[in-house]
């Protein structure tokens, strides 16, 4: 491999490692609003007659979006790691 070659994929992959780390922040932040979000609704669900099964189905989804999230995460982080 030419040294220009080896410079380019080194430029490539520091361009690549760069763009995986914002990304984890914005997938950290995404999370840490999610989960607000979902206290609030569940606060507000709680609130209502009929609050707390619907409190409960908020929980619930909010914990499958956060496994969703970092199962996205996690296969980023592995496919650039590679």
Do not use: Y
Request: aromatic fraction near 2%; glycine fraction near 2%.
């Amino acid at each position: 491999m030419q040294h220009t070659d080896r410079q380019a994929l080194e430029e490539k992959i520091a361009h690549l490692e760069h763009a995986v780390s914002e990304l984890s922040d914005v997938i950290r932040r995404q999370d840490r609003d999610l989960a607000a979000l979902t206290r609030r609704v569940e606060i507000l669900a709680a609130t209502e007659p009929s609050g707390r099964a619907r409190a409960a189905a908020a929980s619930c989804w909010a914990t499958n979006a956060r496994r969703i999230g970092e199962t996205v995460q996690s296969s980023r982080i592995d496919s650039a790691t590679m």
